[in-house]
Nanobody
Framework: QVQLEESGGGLVQAGGSLRLSCTVS????????MGWFRQAPGKEREFVAA????????YYANSVKDRFAISGDDAKNMLYLQMSSLTPEDTADYYC???????????????????WGQGTQVTVSS
C-alpha cells in the first residue's frame, strides 16, 4: 500500500510561483509513474504532469507546458511540482497520484492511477 500526502498549496498572485510537494510512503516511489492532477470547482479532474516510473520521461498538459516542472527525489521519496507564471485559471485542488503498472507510456486519465493523496488547494488571485 502506498500513501501520498501533498503540501505546498496556498494563495498566490497571478504571475507568481509555488512549489507543491508530495510525500510518498509505503513503497519506494521510483517503481511508480507519478503524476499531478488538478480539479477546479465544478470541473472534472484533469491531468497536469507526470514522471515515468524509471524517470526517463516526463509529460505535461499543454496548458502548463513551459510553466510547470515535475521532479522527484528518489532518496527522499518526494515528488515536486514547480509552478510558475501562475494564472487564475490554475486555481484548483492539486492531487498527487501513483500508477503502479510499469507502462511504456504515461497515462493522462485519472482512471489509470491507483493511489491518490488528499489534495492541496492552490488559489491564484488576479
Amino acid at each position: 500500500q502506498v500513501q501520498l500526502e501533498e503540501s505546498g498549496g496556498g494563495l498566490v498572485q497571478a504571475g507568481g510561483s509555488l512549489r507543491l510537494s508530495c510525500t510518498v510512503s509505503g513503497r519506494t516511489f521510483s517503481t511508480y509513474t507519478m503524476g499531478w492532477f488538478r480539479q477546479a470547482p465544478g470541473k472534472e479532474r484533469e491531468f497536469v504532469a507526470a514522471r515515468r516510473w524509471d524517470s526517463t520521461n516526463t509529460y505535461y498538459a499543454n496548458s502548463v507546458k513551459d510553466r510547470f516542472a515535475i521532479s522527484g527525489d528518489d532518496a527522499k521519496n518526494m515528488l515536486y511540482l514547480q509552478m510558475s507564471s501562475l494564472t487564475p485559471e490554475d486555481t484548483a485542488d492539486y492531487y498527487c497520484a501513483a500508477d503502479k503498472d510499469r507502462r511504456l507510456g504515461i497515462m493522462t486519465s485519472p482512471r489509470y492511477y491507483d493511489y491518490w493523496g488528499q489534495g492541496t488547494q492552490v488559489t491564484v488571485s488576479s
